[in-house]
Each structure stands twice: as structure tokens, then as C-alpha cells.
């Protein structure tokens, strides 16, 4: 299973990026998958999650401005960002057992 993500780049803040991660190999469409950060001097944390059921759950810190979702027919995962803050700055990773190698998000 191969997991390459991409979209990341730099936006002032206030602006907005979508992150996707196209997945090959054979997997499981309904596992559930994550989309992960890590930024400089910090540990990797939990961003969103969507679950077998479709449900999804978010870090209190990005509820309300990220969306994770899916498409099963083009195995891709994505995480639509919006109102970023340079808090936000971080290394992206989609996961679900298997890791990509990440994206670079840079909020100015």
C-alpha cells in the first residue's frame, strides 16, 4: 500500500489549501484514515478522522475549519483547510497503518 500526499504549499493567513492523498495497492476503501501533523519541535497529533461509518471527528483546534472526506472511486483521502492560522504549520500526513512521507503547510 502506497500513500502520496499532496497540495500543501504557503497561504497568508485566513486562506485556504486542500490537502490529497492518493492511495494504490490493495486496501480496505472503509478502514478508517487519518490526516496527521507534525510541527518543528513538536509531537505529531491527531487532525480529523474519518471513521468506518463515514462519521468524522476533528482536533478541537481545527474543528470548524477542516473537512476531511473521501472518495472511494478515486482512492483518495483529503482534508479541506480553510481559515488557516500559522498554527497551523506543519508537516501533513494521511494515515491508516500505512504512512505517506507527508506535505509541507507554511501559514504566513
Known amino acids: 500500500v502506497q500513500l502520496v500526499e499532496s497540495g500543501g504549499g504557503s497561504v497568508q493567513e485566513g486562506g485556504s489549501l486542500r490537502l490529497s492523498c492518493a492511495i494504490s495497492?490493495?486496501?480496505?476503501?472503509?478502514?478508517?484514515m487519518g490526516w496527521f501533523r507534525q510541527a518543528p519541535g513538536k509531537e505529531r497529533e491527531e487532525v480529523a478522522t474519518i471513521h468506518r461509518s463515514d462519521e468524522t471527528t476533528y482536533a478541537d483546534s481545527v474543528k470548524g475549519r477542516f473537512t476531511i472526506s473521501r472518495d472511494n472511486a478515486k482512492n483518495t483521502l483529503y482534508l479541506q483547510m480553510n481559515s488557516l492560522k500559522t498554527e497551523d504549520t506543519a508537516v501533513y500526513y494521511c494515515?491508516?497503518?500505512?504512512w505517506g512521507q507527508g506535505t509541507q503547510v507554511t501559514v504566513s
Open positions: 494515515a491508516f497503518g500505512y
Open positions: 495497492g490493495d486496501f480496505n476503501r472503509k478502514n478508517c
